[in-house]
């Protein structure tokens, strides 16, 4: 099978779809000029986060006169590489990407860069300078120290608690565990009683937490890397009729907003993913239009903390206009 071909079946076997925003365009004497494209890459969508970074992305790169190919890597290094590959192959003006790794990603990025492709990373930073066109993340640390914060507030600064972290491999999980810690470890009334990793994963931190509640009954709170995993150990824990335990998440997710609304978790971070994805499509437009984004490679947006005082005010991982929030 030639290069095309196996191509080919690749984006067949992965489901990646261009969504043109424009038909081409004829001009005098019937030529027809040239539609460029830009590439999503993204964890799978069926994390709500990931969908709206892709989903954001894309409307804005439409806006801006692209054809959008958008595809996930599921976290594998090795599909990643097989995505950057074939956006090389359709020649694709940029490429946006939320990567797989911060180590195990520099080889996609750095083969791109070769190939005249600038990347604009959006979520995750990989562990590099001068590689990537941009890295635009959030501010993971600040939005931590928010959440402890409040995580301290809600437990009257005295308790025992959990943390549920993320991926080990994921510089997020463990940057977001340090911005915790540098609050947390201040209080010597405050013990970590378990850490303990649940991959980001809901059904993973529902069972990590009823093992963990059968080890530490007595627990006041649990303070997670992210929503689906704080949203897991929720469940467990009234499963376990011990729903007064004070659970804090991070991200924003519509998901988690519901659950601050209803009287379930009592606070998250949110991360603005859908103003990061736009960014990231404005700026891979400058580059291709200009050369430069006209911003520094390390770009880093805060966080915003969501408590049941605060939750009409956000939507899906943005805070929504004034006036909408005003209407409802």
């Known amino acids: 099978m030639n290069r095309r071909a196996?191509?080919?079946?690749?984006?067949?076997?992965v489901g990646v779809s261009f969504s043109p925003?424009?038909?081409?365009?004829?001009?005098?004497?019937?030529?027809?000029?040239e539609v460029k494209r830009i590439a999503v890459i993204t964890p799978s969508h069926d994390n709500p986060f990931f969908k709206v970074e892709a989903e954001a992305a894309t409307a804005r790169a439409r806006e801006l006169g692209y054809e959008v190919s958008v595809s996930v890597h599921d976290g594998d290094a090795s599909k990643q590489d097989q995505l950057v590959d074939v956006a090389i192959a359709r020649g694709v003006s940029a490429i946006i990407l939320d990567n797989a790794g911060a180590d195990a990603s520099i080889a996609a990025v750095e083969k791109a860069k070769q190939a005249g492709i600038p990347?604009?990373?959006?979520?995750?930073?990989?562990?590099?300078?001068?590689?990537?066109a941009a890295q635009i993340v959030s501010n993971n640390y600040q939005g931590a120290v928010l959440g402890a914060e409040e995580f301290v507030r809600l437990l009257g600064e005295t308790g025992r608690y959990v943390e549920l972290v993320g991926r080990e491999s994921d510089t997020n999980a463990a940057v977001r565990s340090q911005g915790y810690h540098d609050v947390l470890d201040r209080y010597p009334e405050l013990e970590m009683v378990a850490r303990q990793s649940a991959n980001w994963d809901q059904r993973e931190a529902f069972e990590t937490m009823e093992t963990l509640i059968q080890a530490h009954a007595d627990i006041d709170g649990v303070i997670a890397g992210n929503d689906t995993m704080a949203l897991g150990a929720k469940a467990a824990l009234d499963a376990a009729g011990q729903g007064d335990v004070v659970v804090v998440g991070f991200d924003g997710s519509p998901d988690a907003l519901r659950s601050i609304r209803a009287g379930g978790i009592e606070a998250t971070v949110l991360q603005p993913a859908a103003l990061i994805s736009r960014l990231a499509a404005e700026q891979a437009h400058a580059l291709i239009t200009t050369g430069s984004t006209g911003q520094?490679?390390?770009?880093?947006?805060?966080c915003e903390l969501v408590t049941p005082e605060n939750a009409d005010a956000f939507g899906v991982f943005e805070r929504k206009p004034r006036e909408e929030a005003s209407q409802e």
């Open 119 to 132: 990347s604009v990373l959006i979520d995750r930073e990989i562990n590099v300078t001068g590689v990537a």
């Open 6 to 13: 196996a191509i080919g079946a690749f984006l067949l076997a």
């Open 21 to 33: 925003a424009c038909a081409p365009t004829e001009e005098g004497g019937g030529e027809t000029s």
């Open 296 to 302: 520094p490679e390390k770009q880093s947006i805060d």
